[in-house]
């Protein structure tokens, strides 16, 4: 409803006040009169011609104009919900236009389609919820002053941006991840608005696959407040179902020939819930992935399955290529390789270098749990 | 909608270029210029030439040199009308300066009410 408005009115707080309003008069009308046959329907409009009289009420703003020469819907002409555009799809591209700040899109992004209050929103990012407001307020001015289009860009604008929406969503749910579950929930519904609206766009589905087969993990990922890995995981604490729905996303973006990045690490995600663990054909995968992103951390993950796969003298020689010096699982896999090659004085000292970047708790006692095995 | 792009150039960048490339980097700028939606643009002569003043409780205080001692300097502007911000980022990102190692500032112009 809400995109429906912005797109109509081209303001995001106008478009705000007036579904509120519209709210308002439902709440006051529908117990007496009964509810409307559609009520969707029946909001929006409502909520337009509120949002018209407001401009009318404002006639200084004559930007607004045009919109005067719109007549005013009746009730007895509503349209029907096939005949109200979706214009989610124009509100994501608009939220998450690269001319606002990250943390701007991730807010306006939770706030406009995600449903969330700005309450909710301040708490998940453990910001107050004024200075929540302000961000969000400096992010629609923006939008306003700078003409920022509500449009879905053109094809030779697409990959660039659709790139940029699907960062803020993955974000979000990487911010989920580390423990504020909802945001998780939030971006993986999210994935799945977008999934439905860009049916053919194999990186969406490859998305959507990627945070649905992480999120089946969940609950195996920690064993009490222990951290687990992946190789001990109990595979019978996954959720199934949810493996399955993004396993059937996974296909689908197969289906369409996807290959890009976010297909490739939900591939090698899908592999990770299978047992036994087929390490050779993860490697393979991260290769690929490096060849696309040049992310040395790829490169951490390939040498982790070369470990498994083949040899860990091969795996300890790609880690010690890389330059990571300030990442923590770099020093732990460093760790764990030079322990599984006796080298034990050499695995404590970098131990060490992981348990001074660590900063969660589970991790922490991991890794002192290591360490305290290597110590003579 | 109004735009201004503000071009920073990265010194000796336009200088560095060969006879050849100068001519045709020249020419993308008048390009540039000669789109219908461009409004006004103007180069400016080096920054060696700059001289900025303030003014204090009434008195003029002229000093040599540019008012910003940043590493890119404010090589000159095009002003754009375009549907929106989209528009806008496009043309600048056609802009000489922008591929030399400088940047393009885009910012909407004011608009008042007569």
Request: with cysteine.
């Given at each position: 409803?809400?995109?429906?408005?912005?797109?109509?009115?081209?303001?995001?707080?106008?478009?705000?006040?007036?579904?509120?309003?519209?709210?308002?008069?439902?709440?006051?009308?529908?117990?007496?009169?009964?509810?409307?046959?559609?009520?969707?329907?029946?909001?929006?409009?409502?909520?337009?011609?509120?949002?018209?009289?407001?401009?009318?009420?404002?006639?200084?703003?004559?930007?607004?104009?045009?919109?005067?020469?719109?007549?005013?819907?009746?009730?007895?002409?509503?349209?029907?919900?096939?005949?109200?555009?979706?214009?989610?799809?124009?509100?994501?591209?608009?939220?998450?236009?690269?001319?606002?700040?990250?943390?701007?899109?991730?807010?306006?992004?939770?706030?406009?389609?995600?449903?969330?209050?700005?309450?909710?929103?301040?708490?998940?990012?453990?910001?107050?919820?004024?200075?929540?407001?302000?961000?969000?307020?400096?992010?629609?001015?923006?939008?306003?002053?700078?003409?920022?289009?509500?449009?879905?860009?053109?094809?030779?604008?697409?990959?660039?941006?659709?790139?940029?929406?699907?960062?803020?969503?993955?974000?979000?749910?990487?911010?989920?991840?580390?423990?504020?579950?909802?945001?998780?929930?939030?971006?993986?519904?999210?994935g799945r608005l977008l999934a439905a609206l860009m049916p053919?766009?194999?990186?969406?589905?490859?998305?959507?696959?990627?945070?649905?087969?992480?999120?089946?993990?969940?609950?195996?990922?920690?064993?009490?407040?222990?951290?687990?890995?992946?190789?001990?995981?109990?595979?019978?604490?996954?959720?199934?179902?949810?493996?399955?729905?993004?396993?059937?996303?996974?296909?689908?973006?197969?289906?369409?020939?996807?290959?890009?990045?976010?297909?490739?690490?939900?591939?090698?995600?899908?592999?990770?819930?299978?047992?036994?663990?087929?390490?050779?054909?993860?490697?393979?995968?991260?290769?690929?992935?490096?060849?696309?992103?040049?992310?040395?951390?790829?490169?951490?993950?390939?040498?982790?399955?070369?470990?498994?796969?083949?040899?860990?003298?091969?795996?300890?020689?790609?880690?010690?290529?890389?330059?990571?010096?300030?990442?923590?699982?770099?020093?732990?896999?460093?760790?764990?390789?030079?322990?599984?090659?006796?080298?034990?004085?050499?695995?404590?000292?970098?131990?060490?270098?992981?348990?001074?970047?660590?900063?969660?708790?589970?991790?922490?006692?991991?890794?002192?749990?290591?360490?305290?095995?290597?110590?003579? | 909608?109004?735009?201004?792009?503000?071009?920073?150039?990265?010194?000796?960048?336009?200088?560095?270029?060969?006879?050849?490339?100068?001519?045709?980097?020249?020419?993308?700028?008048?390009?540039?210029?000669?789109?219908?939606?461009?409004?006004?643009?103007?180069?400016?002569?080096?920054?060696?030439?700059?001289?900025?003043?303030?003014?204090?409780?009434?008195?003029?205080?002229?000093?040599?040199?540019?008012?910003?001692?940043t590493k890119e300097f404010f090589g000159g502007y095009y002003?754009?009308?375009?549907?929106?911000?989209?528009?806008?980022?496009?043309?600048?990102?056609?802009i000489p300066a922008a591929r030399l190692g400088g940047a393009?500032?885009?910012?909407?112009?004011?608009?008042?009410?007569?």
């Open positions: 409803m809400l995109a429906s408005l912005i797109g109509f009115l081209g303001d995001f707080d106008l478009a705000e006040e007036a579904a509120q309003e519209a709210f308002a008069v439902a709440a006051e009308r529908w117990p007496r009169e009964g509810t409307p046959a559609n009520p969707a329907a029946w909001l929006i409009t409502t909520a337009r011609n509120r949002a018209i009289d407001r401009i009318r009420r404002q006639r200084s703003l004559t930007a607004k104009t045009k919109l005067l020469d719109v007549p005013e819907a009746t009730m007895d002409e509503l349209p029907d919900n096939a005949a109200i555009k979706d214009e989610r799809l124009e509100l994501i591209f608009t939220c998450c236009h690269p001319a606002l700040a990250p943390d701007a899109q991730v807010a306006l992004t939770l706030r406009a389609l995600g449903g969330l209050t700005t309450e909710e929103i301040a708490r998940a990012f453990l910001v107050s919820e004024e200075a929540m407001k302000r961000r969000l307020s400096r992010a629609k001015n923006k939008i306003k002053a700078t003409g920022i289009p509500f449009t879905v860009p053109d094809d030779h604008r697409l990959p660039d941006r659709l790139a940029a929406v699907l960062a803020v969503i993955y974000l979000i749910y990487n911010e989920g991840y580390g423990g504020r579950g909802e945001l998780a929930g939030e971006a993986i519904r999210l053919d766009e194999p990186e969406v589905h490859g998305l959507l696959a990627l945070m649905l087969i992480h999120h089946a993990r969940r609950e195996a990922r920690f064993s009490g407040e222990e951290l687990v890995l992946l190789g001990d995981q109990d595979a019978s604490l996954w959720d199934a179902r949810q493996l399955e729905t993004g396993h059937t996303a996974l296909a689908r973006a197969m289906s369409l020939r996807g290959r890009g990045p976010y297909v490739l690490q939900a591939a090698i995600a899908s592999l990770h819930a299978q047992r036994p663990l087929d390490w050779e054909q993860i490697a393979v995968l991260y290769e690929e992935l490096h060849a696309q992103t040049g992310s040395p951390v790829v490169e951490l993950n390939r040498a982790v399955a070369v470990a498994e796969s083949r040899s860990v003298q091969e795996a300890l020689e790609i880690v010690d290529g890389l330059e990571l010096d300030g990442y923590q699982y770099f020093h732990a896999a460093r760790g764990e390789l030079l322990r599984r090659l006796r080298r034990p004085g050499e695995a404590r000292l970098a131990y060490e270098r992981a348990l001074a970047l660590a900063a969660s708790e589970p991790e922490r006692r991991f890794l002192k749990r290591r360490i305290d095995e290597l110590s003579p | 909608m109004k735009y201004a792009l503000l071009i920073y150039s990265k010194p000796g960048s336009h200088e560095a270029l060969s006879e050849d490339e100068y001519k045709a980097t020249f020419a993308d700028y008048l390009t540039l210029a000669d789109d219908p939606r461009c409004l006004d643009s103007a180069g400016l002569q080096p920054v060696e030439t700059a001289t900025t003043i303030r003014v204090n409780d009434g008195q003029v205080l002229t000093t040599d040199g540019p008012y910003a001692d002003v754009l009308e375009a549907d929106d911000l989209d528009q806008a980022l496009e043309f600048a990102a056609r393009i500032e885009v910012r909407p112009v004011m608009e008042y009410e007569s």
